[in-house]
């Protein structure tokens, strides 16, 4: 198994390396893991002129997964848009058809005081989020603004989705849930507008082929208020681009900490970027005090959904649960006068109980 690692900036390299030694560790213990590593970002335009040079996407094209850490820095904030190190990113995802954003929402028990919601309500907490990522308003044509027949400036976007872009995101949902709790809950807006009537029916329709997962179906108002107050009824979740763009961001904060997040964007083929949900930090880059525990638990989502290693992946779950319940804690997870470790430290307290 092949796996291409690109760091990228800020704090990239730093989560990344400890990310490394978790997978050469499993490696070492019989896991047949290779890996190979590329320049991504502001790193591809420094090496090769390109945040997205072509030498890296061979590199990904060759493997069977992607460890992404994270792109951008100030420095390149000037470049033209196609030179910026997002695009590297962004290049990645259309490449590969990456449709299906797999966020989870997980609050350890030692963890939920770091949420704003009460304990009581996130402690346990175990949700899935699939976003479908290439299609909705955000893609839709005729989109622009013009100036109307009453002389009004006027913006429209279009919201629209196929059949087929249904079809499979809806079938990821469903597959997914087979490896969790079997629940799914569809969020839409079928009562208002026509394209999610649409993915509600198509969604349906998905759902006669897994009569073992419980599916419902929830306005996305609702689903809104749902996750504030009561968020462990959910198993995984499924909606739109949009929808689910606002849904994600509002769950990881249930959890608390950015550093904690991973996240995996996969094809139709299995093929998928893992990466920590959380930016390249240019704030403390560079001073050992960035969680690795966001990109440590990508690698084991990676292990899960492109790899077909799930005892792996749990091995990986497990250690950095066992950190976390022994006290291990980075500066952004920690209680007031709590002791901290740093990135490399944080690693080697997960190391240690893998
Ligand atoms: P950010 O996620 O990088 O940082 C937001 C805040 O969270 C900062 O205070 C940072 O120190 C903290 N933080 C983030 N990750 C952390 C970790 N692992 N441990 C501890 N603290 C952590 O978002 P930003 O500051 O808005 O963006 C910084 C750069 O990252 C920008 O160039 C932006 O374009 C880029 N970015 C990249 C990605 C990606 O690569 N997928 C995603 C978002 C932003």
């Known amino acids: 198994m092949r796996i291409a690692v690109l760091a990228g900036d800020g704090i990239g390299p730093e989560i990344t390396a400890q990310a490394v030694r978790v997978l050469e560790a499993l490696a070492g213990n019989g896991l047949a893991l290779e890996l190979e590593y590329g320049a991504v970002g502001g790193a591809g335009y420094d090496a090769a002129g390109d945040p997205l040079p072509a030498a890296t996407l061979a590199l990904c094209e060759r493997a069977d997964a992607i460890l ?7 420095r390149y904030d000037r470049l033209e848009r196609a030179l910026r190190p997002e695009q590297g990113l962004l290049r990645l995802r259309k490449h590969f058809d990456l449709f299906a954003n797999l966020r989870p929402a997980v609050v350890y028990p030692e963890l939920a005081h770091a949420s704003t919601l009460r304990p009581d309500v996130v402690a346990g907490l175990d949700l899935l989020i699939i976003r479908e990522l290439t299609s909705d308003i955000y893609f839709g044509k005729p989109r622009g603004v013009i100036v109307n027949e009453a002389g009004e400036r006027e913006g429209y976007d279009t919201m629209r989705y196929t059949e ?6 809806a079938v990821t949902a469903f597959e997914t ?3 969790r709790a079997r629940r799914v809950c569809s969020v839409d807006k079928a009562n208002v507008l026509e394209t999610t009537q649409l993915w509600r029916d198509v969604v349906s329709e998905v759902h006669a082929d897994y009569a ?17 107050r009561n968020p462990r009824q959910f198993d995984v979740m499924v909606t739109g681009n949009m929808f689910g763009d606002i849904l994600s961001d509002e769950a990881s904060m249930l959890t608390g900490s950015i550093g904690m997040l991973p996240s995996a964007s996969l094809n139709a083929k299995g093929y998928g970027l893992y990466e920590p949900i959380h930016g390249s930090a240019p704030d403390i880059a560079g001073k050992d005090l960035a969680n690795p525990l966001g990109t440590i638990l990508s690698t084991a989502m990676m292990l899960r959904y492109s790899l077909g290693q799930e005892q792996a992946a749990a091995r990986v779950e497990g250690a950095v649960r066992a950190a976390l319940r022994d006290g291990a804690r980075s500066a952004d997870i920690a209680r007031d006068g709590e002791p901290t470790l740093g990135t490399v430290a944080m690693g080697d307290a997960v190391l240690a109980r893998l």
């Open 68 to 74: 992404f850490g994270a792109v951008g820095a100030p």
């Open 212 to 228: 073992d997962v419980e599916l419902s179906h929830m306005y996305v108002d609702n689903a809104a208020m749902q996750l504030i």
């Open 164 to 169: 087929g872009e249904i079809r499979r995101i």
């Open 177 to 179: 849930a087979r490896k």
